[in-house]
């Protein structure tokens, strides 16, 4: 299984971005999940290492940031997969999201 993470970031400092080291990262089977969910990814805005770099999707051997006007976007995605349901991984996911919706927070993503 390919494992990629994701988090909170908590603040940017100076272009760089802290990360939320009192919430533990989710992981997610990235063959498993990834692949069926690519076209959908494709039409969410994220940045790809930095804020300097807009992009869409998914840096699958990268750095993605999620911005909070597109989270809403990337927690459907998760919650419209039946595969939540036996998956507990997701749900953690799904329930990052929103922790981060909440605060208006970006959500950082770890590719493989």
Not at 100 to 105: C, E, G, S, T
């Amino acid at each position: 299984m390919l494992k990629t993470e994701f988090g909170i970031v908590e603040y940017f400092d100076n272009g760089e971005y802290v990360i939320d080291e009192s919430i533990e990262l989710i992981y997610i089977d990235e063959d498993k999940y990834i692949n069926d969910w690519w076209n959908k990814l494709l039409t969410i805005k994220t940045y790809f290492h930095n804020l300097d770099r807009p992009a869409q999707a998914l840096a699958r051997w990268g750095i993605t940031l999620i911005p909070p006007e597109s989270l809403p976007a990337f927690q459907d995605i998760i919650l419209s997969d039946k595969r939540i349901n036996e998956d507990t991984h997701l749900v953690e996911l799904a329930n990052l999201i929103s922790m981060a919706i909440d605060n208006n927070k970006f959500i950082i993503h770890f590719g493989v």
